[in-house]
């Protein structure tokens, strides 16, 4: 994800990819906006996430760990 995405501020190696959060339309176009779809997504401090879900549109999460 963050292959040969390096600067100054963000070395090689600086990033770490937690939690994945993914998710799978019914049709190429979306049947959400994808601000609708990260509306929804909340991130605590001590990096647990939780989402509540629309219809039809339930991410997977992926431990990235």
Same mark, same amino acid.
């Given at each position: 994800?963050?292959?040969?995405? %390096?600067?100054? %501020?963000?070395? =090689? ?11 799978? /339309? &019914?049709? !190429? !176009?979306?049947?959400?906006?994808? !601000?609708? %779809? /990260?509306?929804? $997504? /909340?991130?605590?401090?001590?990096? &647990?996430?939780? &989402?509540?879900? $629309?219809?039809? $549109?339930?991410?997977?999460?992926? =431990?990235?760990?």
């Amino acid at each position: 994800m963050f292959e040969n995405d %390096a600067s100054f %501020a963000r070395p =090689d190696g600086g990033m770490e990819v937690l939690k994945v959060y993914w998710w799978k /339309h &019914t049709c !190429a !176009a979306g049947q959400y906006s994808s !601000a609708k %779809a /990260h509306h929804p $997504l /909340h991130i605590e401090e001590n990096d &647990t996430g939780f &989402t509540e879900n $629309l219809e039809g $549109l339930v991410p997977e999460v992926i =431990d990235g760990r």
